[in-house]
């Protein structure tokens, strides 16, 4: 399983975000705070592997934000909800809007905690099952046996050449290649080719990185680079 997990915990209560972010963080996980969903909306999603969402938040609901990010934001990372309302129908709504579970007001921290491990162990194990042929940098993996691109346990189709650059990059993060280069290197047996060929299928690559194309790096003169 990964390691750095990225929360955020949406409560309209600081006193409760304070406990939720002390007790996470001894944990090991790296905690982000905010007190409303229009202030989490504010935040970058996609860098979170779960969400602590309160349902009852100011004018809109956990439920409400847990909806736009499942439809609207592509947001696929779990979701806990924390809620004073434990009725039947609460919880049927919370799981149809995309919860993963339902803590109710009050609850014990050690069993907050180890539902946040369980979710996380059961969500991101699954792109890890093959460690040998799996590369794992951050939210990103590189799976060398179906030449597939994971982002945030989403596979990503990729064309061979595609592929082949970023794992060239992957693998060597922070050493920059020119294009020639990366030219001898995955167009080995290729005839015709240019400069311009590996600008073009850096350009498709990024696209399909969405929200991380900014760890493909171009330093201008010299080539480029992955780092995150």
């Avoid at 996470?24 to 409303?36: A, F």
């Avoid at 592509?74 to 919860?99: C, H, K, M, W, Y």
Wanted: charged content about 30%; overall charge neutral.
């Amino acid at each position: 399983m990964k390691e750095n997990f990225r929360i955020l915990v949406a409560e309209d209560e600081e006193d409760i975000c304070e406990i939720l972010q002390f007790n996470l963080e001894s944990e090991g996980y790296q905690v982000d705070v905010v007190h409303s969903a229009e202030d989490a909306l504010k935040k970058k999603l996609s860098v979170y592997d779960l969400f602590l969402l309160d349902v009852m938040m100011g004018k809109m609901s956990g439920f409400a934000l847990s909806q736009k990010m499942r439809k609207e934001l592509d947001i696929n990372a779990p979701i806990i909800f924390l809620t004073a309302r434990s009725n039947e129908n609460d919880l049927l709504t919370g799981f149809s809007v995309g919860a993963d579970d339902y803590i109710s007001k009050p609850f014990s921290i050690r069993e907050l905690q180890a539902r946040v491990k369980t979710i996380l162990k059961r969500t991101y194990q699954q792109i890890k099952t093959e460690e040998s042929s799996i590369l794992l940098l951050g939210n990103i993996g590189l799976d060398n046996k179906t030449k597939r691109l994971i982002l945030d346990g989403k596979k990503v189709e990729l064309t061979r050449k595609e592929f082949e650059i970023i794992l060239l990059l992957a693998k060597n993060q922070g050493r920059i290649f020119s294009r020639e280069e990366i030219l001898d290197r995955i167009w080995a047996d290729d005839v015709i080719v240019t400069d311009r060929t590996v600008d073009v299928n850096m350009t498709r690559l990024r696209k399909k990185m969405e929200g991380y194309s900014t760890y493909i790096r171009n330093k201008a003169g010299y080539g480029y680079y992955f780092e995150i």
